[in-house]
């Protein structure tokens, strides 16, 4: 199964994208955690985006495409995937038609007043990306990964100046796709204001699961 989670910034998709791999057994590759490890390693790449990410600004087109094709041709996408966090421009969604046949778009509903409360709360593990919230998520630890034993911090993107820049840029570039899939016949809405299990039970039955 090919699929794609489109949102807001803060929607719960990379969450919702760790739950979903159990059950659609494909993997799940997330564009903004690429980009944060090379962020992390310091590789040409890493140095290219940091700024941009930061600042809450999109990739150009041109890099993000050769990434996510380059990602799709590895052995383990060959049953499919789920992608989170790409396309998120117009031009990014033609493009991967040209190189991937998607089977269904998530499309994750949520008031910017949800998105607010979610990524004001958000942090991440530095090691291996894994997702808490101050109140709806809390480590076991303060500052230390359940899983890993990472450090959690909150993301530079995620205070306050760059998620007012990530709303902007989501509305005018990355909504459009709403549209753009509708009209294909792949979309499908899954209501993600509730919390975690009931989106996990949304998102199955939108899917027919
Ligand atoms: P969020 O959790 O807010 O949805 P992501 O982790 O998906 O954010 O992405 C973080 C940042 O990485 C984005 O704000 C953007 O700068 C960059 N990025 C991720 N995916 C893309 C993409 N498909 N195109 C351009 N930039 C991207
Ligand atoms: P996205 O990948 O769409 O940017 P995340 O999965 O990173 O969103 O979730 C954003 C924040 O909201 C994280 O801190 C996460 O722990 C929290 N979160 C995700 N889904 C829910 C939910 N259904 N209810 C409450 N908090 C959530
Ligand atoms: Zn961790």
Known sequence: MKLIFLGPP?????????????????????????????????????????????????????????????????????????????????????????????????????????????????QVCRKCGANYHIVFNKPVKEGVCNSCGGEVYVREDDREEAIRKRLEVYREQTAPLIEFYRKKGLLIDVDARPGVEEVVNNFKKALGL
Do not use: C, M
């Not at 052995?75 to 396309?87: S, V």
């Not at 994750?108 to 998105?115: E, T």
């Open 10 to 122: 803060g929607a719960g998709k990379g969450t919702l994208a760790v739950k979903a791999v159990d059950l659609v057994k494909v993997p799940h590759i997330s564009t903004g955690v690429i980009f944060r490890s090379a962020i992390a390693a310091q590789s040409p790449l890493g140095l290219k985006v940091k700024a941009i990410i930061d600042g809450g600004r999109l990739v150009d087109d041109e890099t993000t495409i050769e990434l996510v094709k380059e990602r799709l041709v590895q052995t383990d996408a060959q049953k499919g995937y789920i992608l989170d966090g790409f396309p998120r421009t117009i031009g990014q969604a033609e493009a991967l038609a040209g190189f991937s046949a998607v089977d269904k778009v998530a499309n994750f509903d949520i008031p910017d007043s949800g998105v607010l409360e979610r990524l004001s709360g958000r």
